[in-house]
């Protein structure tokens, strides 16, 4: 057998010293576990301010939204509920009272009186850039303090809800948004809600499941300047939305009639009349209800736009200056 150059007894003393090496280092440092680079910080500072809400008609999140204890939510999570309970992050319960509701832009606000609550720091959504990291935090199925990650996917989205109600200015995310995340908070990096999650697109070609990372929430500033008037006045009097003054239908077989105009309003000071087919509205074919709610949450309140009316096998070009939502009687 050929050996080293070193004698047996180097050849040991070698061995011991790699074996001793190789054992990990015993003390004091060994019981300290090693932190993951993650969103651990991020996280503690925005899920104090993330509630779960509760109501006869089912689960949601919320938002605070102040140091008064308004707490901002979807509309569509409190709409047609009496009864309000919030749990914070920490698991406890408190009973709120809804303080206003705007479903044009599907916010809401309810306030919780007597308890201690930590306001969100909201971001200038303005500011958010595509490629910047997303948290969704909520209550997801009702799991409470849910986590989801992802990144800013798009800005400046107009999007429908399906139920001829259309959303400017939204943020695309990937983060995943489930059913009760509604209502909760986007964050970004730092912490701060830059949105509101509200809804997730759908395939049709898969059922009508909802489509994976591909999620919308409401922008910042529109939370913050709608919610604000929420929460003072429980109304909304500048909605920054325009309005066309029009009641709508779809027609089975496609195309947008005009049911009913207000008095007084853009469209009936435009000339459109009662029985009009809207074939295109500010240069843009519109099939139904929600195609031209898409279109007009797109112009701003004030801009004269160009809507092309078919009636009694004619058609018409008139020319409608974009009033500004009113404030809900």
Known sequence: MRLSRFGPAAALAAILIAAALALPTLGRDAAEPVRQPGFQDTVAKALPSVLQIRTETGLGS???????????????????ARRFEVTTAEGKTHRATLRGTFPEGDLAVIRVEGASLTPATFADSSAVEVGEVALAIGNPLGLRSSVTQGIVSSTSRTVSEGNGIALPSVIQTSAPINPGNSGGALVNGSGAVIGIPTLSAVEPGMGGGIAPGIGFAISSNTVQSIAGQLARTGRVARSARAWLGVALRSLPQGGVVVAGVTRGGPAADAGMRQGDLIERFAGRGVATVDELAVALAGEPPGRAVPVVLGKDGGARTVRVTLGELPEAP
């Open 62 to 80: 919320g938002v605070v939204f102040d140091g008064d204890g308004h707490v901002v939510t979807n509309a569509h999570v409190v709409a047609g």
